[in-house]
């Protein structure tokens, strides 16, 4: 009964937990114990709160089964970027080692009030920096489709801990992909919704476009059904949206096909591998053979990596400043020349990057005036030795900074535009390429339910979650 559970999608899990055919305790149970077989492999979720879970579980059985919320009493794992009352809350950093809050973000709060059972943290790279999962507190997070192989970060512990069936959905968060890549590297899907759908402490920078929360699963109904229960407004972040008069889910349970598409290899600002290209362009064709209009194109996003480096190291400045004014010997080399780099920016660096992200905004918007969607890989390459700490090189060119390789993902970041990565196919080595799909901004309606007809047409979503690999060597 445990494995049947765990390979069950998150939406079949709900229909029986409103049915009370199973219970919260009952996922609980089996989730454990797959945790207990699973995560010594990959290292996906190194916080467990299964004691505090099943406290929950209790109260949301006591109420009745129509007032349980959109999850209804589903299990999930928390970031350990987000803060969860009475539970271990690292941000992989050895500054917080020892961190236990006493108050839950905005974020964790939504999911509990809709119904969610937190029961373990993943993991993160410090602070979330970065495109692979590795931190001085708890390690490295593998890839379960090669244990060699990085997860992709920063969301890289909920991605594993989807595809290897720890989890039937996960919580998230983006800036640079960091819901996107991850989800690209482990074969699962990653929103990124558009700024304000999903309420968040605001942070020192209350009005920054370039965060957002959501959610992750291994189809795109199943992430659907998440975002309806994190989305909606909340008067401690001035940003955010009141919840639309109709669900993610329905949309993603009507699959559309869109009429026109955009593809484009790399948006005209980045090299992209060539294995990875193969892939992407032989999920165009099928979109082709399906009837759908497919036209190599992209906004212009000429101005993408100025924008993007100024912005984010002006965030890095402003949150992280007092960490490398107090703990320097403590912050991995990345965080601290990124921070340096936000301290150095002058007003005027600022602004000017400010007036182009506008530019890009206005003319990503006109862009979808053609375009149904914009199809792009959504990273450039394929998972790569976890030991390396970030991409250096790829097609022959070599990057100057640590986060130059994830440009594909922070270009769409900076349109606002609400965006996902979803399973399109594998390498010849059998490991997986996510298609970043991305509509106008404000339509995660649109996205779903496009998506949901990708997906469709592609047929490669996770069926049942995979055990860890060693290669293309089951090891469990």
């Excluded at 890095?316 to 936000?342: C, I, Q, T």
Aim: glycine fraction near 8%; proline fraction near 8%.
């Amino acid at each position: 009964m445990t494995s049947e559970l765990t390979d069950l999608t998150a939406v079949e899990v709900v229909g029986l937990l409103r049915r009370e055919e199973v219970s919260p305790l009952d996922l609980l149970d089996a989730v454990e114990r797959r945790v207990a077989q699973v995560d010594p492999l990959v290292n996906a979720l190194p916080t467990l709160c299964f004691d505090r879970a099943r406290d929950h579980a209790r109260h949301i059985m006591s109420t009745p089964a129509g007032e349980r919320g959109i999850l209804a009493g589903l299990p999930l794992p928390i970031k350990d970027l987000a803060e969860v009352a009475g539970v271990r809350t690292t941000h992989g950093s050895p500054i917080y080692r020892d961190n236990v809050p006493q108050r839950s973000d905005i974020v964790v709060k939504t999911i509990e009030d809709q119904g969610g059972v937190v029961f373990a943290k993943s993991n993160v790279p410090e602070f979330g920096a970065g495109g692979n999962t590795f931190n001085e507190v708890f390690g490295a997070t593998l890839n379960p489709w090669d244990l060699s192989r990085s997860a992709s970060g920063s969301s890289g512990g909920s991605a594993a801990a989807l595809a290897t069936g720890m989890a039937w959905v996960a919580h998230g968060n983006d800036m640079g992909g960091s819901l996107r890549n991850p989800a690209s590297f482990c074969g699962v899907v990653g929103i990124r919704p558009s700024p304000g759908r999903v309420a968040r402490n605001p942070g020192v920078l209350v009005d920054s476009l370039l965060g957002a929360e959501g959610p992750m699963a291994r189809n795109i109904a199943d992430a659907a059904l998440l975002l309806d229960a994190m989305a909606g407004e909340n008067p401690s972040d001035p940003l955010s949206l009141p919840r639309l008069p109709t669900s993610f889910i329905d949309a993603a349970l009507c699959p559309r096909k869109p009429r026109r598409v955009a593809f484009s290899t790399g948006l005209g600002i980045t090299p992209v591998d060539p294995a990875v290209v193969a892939v992407c362009r032989a999920a165009a064709d099928r979109l082709t053979r399906a009837g759908v209009e497919v036209v190599d194109a992209h906004p212009d996003l000429r101005e993408a990596h100025d924008v993007f480096q100024t912005l984010r190291a002006y965030q890095y400045a402003a949150s992280h400043g007092h960490k490398l004014r107090d703990f320097p010997e403590l912050l991995k080399p990345e965080m601290v020349w990124n921070v340096e780099k936000g301290q150095r920016l002058t007003a005027a660096e600022i602004i000017d990057a400010q007036e182009k992200r506008a530019a890009i905004i206005a003319r990503t918007v006109a862009f979808f005036e053609d375009y149904d969607l914009l199809l792009t890989p959504a990273t450039i390459v394929a998972p790569f030795p976890v030991e390396q700490r970030y991409v250096e090189e790829c097609a022959g060119h070599r990057f100057e900074t640590y986060i130059d390789w994830l440009a594909i993902a922070y270009a769409i970041t900076l349109t606002t535009a609400p965006c996902l990565s979803m399973p399109c196919g594998f390498t010849p080595q059998g490991l997986p390429v996510g298609l970043q799909v991305v509509a106008r901004p404000r339509n995660e309606q649109g996205l779903l339910s496009a998506a949901a007809f990708i997906e469709g047409e592609l047929d490669v979503a996770l069926r049942k979650p995979i055990s860890p690999q060693l290669g293309q060597t089951a090891i469990a």
